[in-house]
C-alpha cells in the first residue's frame, strides 16, 4: 500500500466517468500440487493450531488468546502499475519489480528473512497473492530468486509455496490474502477493483477452494483473507446486501462456506469491509463504509467460530476522503487531521464496534493494513502515527503492518529494507523514527492466556436466498424444497424472529448446544404437533414441534411462514411455554441481547434461558404473514 494507491483510483475515477469498466478472462485453472510440510516447532512462541474465535478474540486450539502480530508481505499480488513496460522496474510500484513472488528474495536467504522477522516481534504475516499468480506458468526469471537459488525454475506458485513452509516452519502463522485478480498493484481502475472485475465470482470462488486445499495439510495457515479493499470501478459501487453481482457480503459468503466445506474446515475466515463508494467530489455522495454495514447485516458461517472482520486505515485517507492531492481531492478530512479523540471516536464507529461482546456481529476486528513512511517528516502524519498504534495498544486490537518488505532506496514505507547486497535497514536499525511507536505497540500489555467460551449470538439473513449455516442439516438434503430456508449452524438454536423480511437469531445461551446426538429432525407444515388445550396463539396457525424437540431453522415463501425445522433436545422439560407477540411491536429482552438482528422489522425473541418451540402466523387478508408469534419454552435444567 502506498499514497499513490488512492490517488490513481480518484484520478481515473474522476477523469472517466463514461469510460466502460475493465474486464478480463481469467486464467485457466492449474492442477493442484501437494501441499507444503507440516511445520517445525514455532520459533515464535507457543500456540497450537488451528485458530478459531471467542467473542472478540482469536485463541488457539487450546483455547489461549492469539493476538495477529502481523505484517504484510507483498509482491505476489503484483507490482506492475499499469503502464509502460512491464519489464522496466520503473514501471513498477516503488521502481520494485516483485516478478509476481513476494519481495526481497532476489536480495535476503529466506533463512535471514525469517530471523529479521522474528526479530520484529511479529507472529504472523498476510501473503497477499493475485488469482493471475496462481495460474501462470513461466517459471520467475533467475534475477528474482537470486539470493535463492533454490528456487530458480519455479512459477510463482511453487515460490509462494516455499514461501508459506518456511514461514510456518519458523513458527509463523500465515494469512492467505487474495489482494488482486491480476498481477497489477492495486488500488485504481485496474481490474482488481471486485472480487469479480476480471473474472466471474464462480471463478474466484473455484480460485479460494484451490488455495484453501493446498495448504490444508499445513496447520499453521490459518485464514483465508477473502479480498482486498473492494471498492467502485469506473461505473458502480459495491454493496453490502443486495443480491446483485456487485453484492461483496453475498459473496464473501459464497466464498466461506465453499473454503469451510470443500477445502478446509480449520482456516479463519477474513472479510474485509467495502473500501470506497461514489465518486471523490464534493457535492456529490461518497464513503468510506469500511464494516459500518455489519451492524444490521452481519455474517453467519457455518462454523460460527471461524469469522474475523478486517478494516485498513492510513493518514492520508480519511472516513470520507479518498487519499487523493489535487485531482479527486475533496474537502473531508483525513485521518491525520483528526485530533485524538475524533480519530478514536472514528475507529470505533467504522469499525471496532464490531468487537462489542453480545451482539449478532460480534467478532474480532482485525486491521490488516496500516503503515507510514520511514522517511515521513509532517506532523500530522506522525502523530496519526502515534495516535493510530496508541489506539491498537489500548485496545489490545489485532493488526498487521504494510509492507513488511522492500529494497533500500525505493520503499521507505516498509519495516525491513534490502540493498542488492542484502544489507538490512529499517526499524530494527537505529534512528527509524517509527521504533517508538512500534515498541510501544508490540509490548504494550494484552489479553492473554486462557478465553473463557461466551455466548454466541448469530443472524440469519433470508434476503435473496438460504441460509441454511447447519452441516447436520445439510447432509439430509432439501427439507423445503422452492422455499427460502434458514437455519442455525450446528451448536446454536433459534431464539428470534422477524414479523418481515425473514430474519432470524441464533444463539448457545445458558445451554451451549441443546440438540441431541443423530440426524433426526421434523419438518412442521401444520398444527398437527399442537397438544389438544394447548392454543397458544388463538386464531392464527401454529407450526409446533413435537414434544422434546426445539425449533433450529424456518422456510417461507415471500412473507408467508412455510415451515419450521424441529430437533430432538438432549434433554427435555415438562415446564409449559409462554407466547411472545411481535406482529404490531418489538418483543425482546431488555438487555438486547444479540442486538438488532432485523433493522426496521418488528422482532420477536425469547429470554436467554429458552427455547423456540412453535411459531405463529395468520394468513388473514391484509395481514402480514409473516412470524406473528413465538412460543418460548425454559432450556431444561
Do not use: E, K, Q, Y
Given at each position: 500500500m502506498s499514497i499513490t494507491k488512492f490517488v490513481k483510483l480518484v484520478t481515473y475515477l474522476t477523469a472517466s466517468l463514461m469510460v466502460l469498466a475493465l474486464s478480463g478472462t481469467a486464467p485457466a485453472t492449474a492442477a493442484p500440487r501437494s501441499a507444503a510440510a507440516a511445520p517445525a516447532v514455532s520459533a515464535t512462541g507457543a500456540w497450537q493450531p488451528p485458530l478459531s474465535t471467542r467473542g472478540r478474540y482469536i485463541v488457539d486450539a487450546a483455547g489461549n488468546r492469539f493476538r495477529l502480530k502481523a505484517a504484510n508481505w507483498d509482491g505476489a499480488q503484483g507490482s506492475w502499475t499499469g503502464s509502460g513496460d512491464p519489464a522496466d522496474p520503473a514501471d513498477h510500484h516503488a521502481g520494485q519489480d516483485s516478478h509476481g513472488i513476494p519481495l526481497g528474495l532476489d536480495r535476503a536467504s529466506l533463512s535471514q528473512l525469517l530471523s529479521d522477522f522474528q526479530a520484529l516481534g511479529i507472529n504472523s504475516v498476510r501473503l497477499p497473492f493475485s488469482n493471475e499468480m496462481i495460474h501462470t506458468t513461466a517459471p520467475v526469471p533467475d534475477a528474482a530468486v537470486a539470493a535463492n537459488p533454490q528456487l530458480r525454475g519455479e512459477t510463482p506458485l511453487e515460490v509462494y509455496d516455499a514461501v508459506v513452509a518456511a514461514l510456518t516452519g519458523a513458527g509463523f502463522a500465515v494469512i492467505l490474502n487474495n489482494h488482486t485478480d491480476t498481477s497489477r498493484w492495486c488500488c485504481g481502475i485496474d481490474g482488481n477493483e471486485r472480487w469479480n472485475s476480471s473474472q466471474s465470482t464462480g471463478q474466484w470462488a473455484d480460485d479460494w477452494v484451490f488455495m484453501a486445499r493446498r495448504y490444508a495439510a499445513n496447520s499453521r495457515v490459518v485464514g483465508a483473507d477473502l479480498y482486498n479493499e473492494v471498492r467502485r470501478d469506473v461505473l458502480n459501487d459495491p454493496n453490502w446486501g443486495l443480491g446483485d453481482g456487485h453484492d461483496w457480503y453475498a459473496a464473501a459468503q459464497l466464498a466461506a462456506d465453499r473454503i469451510l466445506t470443500e477445502a478446509d474446515p480449520n482456516l479463519l475466515i477474513v472479510i474485509e469491509g467495502i473500501n470506497?463508494?461514489?465518486?471523490?467530489?464534493?457535492?456529490?455522495?461518497?464513503?468510506?463504509?469500511?464494516?459500518?454495514?455489519?451492524r444490521t447485516l452481519s455474517h453467519t458461517l457455518v462454523d460460527a467460530h471461524k469469522l474475523v472482520y478486517s478494516a485498513h486505515f492510513y493518514g492520508y485517507t480519511g472516513p470520507r476522503h479518498s487519499g487523493a492531492t489535487g485531482i479527486g481531492e475533496t474537502s473531508d478530512p483525513r485521518y491525520q487531521d483528526l485530533t485524538r479523540d475524533e480519530l478514536y471516536q472514528v475507529l470505533a464507529d467504522q469499525a471496532f464496534f464490531v468487537t462489542t461482546e453480545g451482539k449478532h456481529y460480534t467478532a474480532p476486528v482485525w486491521t490488516s493494513e496500516f503503515g507510514v513512511g520511514a522517511g515521513e517528516t509532517g506532523t500530522a502524519a506522525r502523530t496519526w502515527f502515534g495516535n493510530i498504534t496508541d489506539y491498537f495498544a489500548d485496545h489490545d486490537t489485532d493488526f498487521a503492518y504494510w509492507p513488511l518488505v522492500g529494497w533500500e532506496g525505493h520503499d521507505d514505507w516498509a519495516l525491513l529494507r534490502y540493498d542488492t547486497a542484502g544489507h538490512r535497514y529499517g526499524l530494527l536499525d537505529s534512528g527509524d523514527w517509527r521504533a517508538t511507536a512500534w515498541d510501544h505497540l508490540m509490548n504494550s500489555p494484552s489479553r492473554t492466556g486462557y478465553i473463557e467460551p461466551g455466548t454466541t449470538w448469530r443472524m440469519l439473513a433470508t434476503d435473496h436466498g438460504d441460509a441454511v449455516q447447519s452441516l447436520r442439516v445439510r447432509a439430509g438434503g432439501d427439507w423445503d424444497s422452492g422455499a427460502y430456508k434458514a437455519v442455525c449452524p450446528d451448536g446454536l438454536r433459534l431464539i428470534g424472529l422477524a414479523h418481515s423480511g425473514g430474519r432470524g437469531l441464533c444463539t448457545d445461551a445458558t445451554t451451549g448446544d441443546l440438540r441431541a446426538a443423530g440426524t433426526a429432525q421434523t419438518v412442521v407444515t401444520d398444527e398437527r404437533y399442537v397438544p389438544a388445550g394447548g392454543d397458544w396463539a388463538s386464531g392464527y396457525t401454529k407450526l409446533q414441534c413435537p414434544a422434546g424437540q426445539f425449533v433450529i431453522g424456518y422456510s417461507r415463501r415471500g412473507e408467508r411462514v412455510s415451515a419450521v425445522l424441529c430437533v430432538p433436545a438432549r434433554a427435555t422439560s415438562s415446564a409449559s411455554g409462554r407466547t411472545v407477540w411481535f406482529d404490531r411491536s418489538d418483543n425482546r429482552p431488555a438487555d438486547g441481547a444479540g442486538d438488532d438482528f432485523a433493522s426496521g422489522a418488528y422482532k420477536g425473541q425469547c429470554a436467554a434461558a429458552e427455547y423456540i418451540a412453535g411459531v405463529a402466523?395468520?394468513?388473514?387478508?391484509?395481514?402480514?404473514?409473516?412470524?406473528?408469534?413465538?412460543?418460548?419454552?425454559?432450556?431444561?435444567?
Open positions: 470506497w463508494t461514489g465518486l471523490p467530489v464534493d457535492g456529490l455522495p461518497h464513503d468510506r463504509p469500511t464494516l459500518a454495514p455489519v402466523f395468520t394468513t388473514r387478508a391484509g395481514s402480514t404473514p409473516g412470524p406473528a408469534a413465538v412460543l418460548c419454552a425454559p432450556v431444561p435444567s
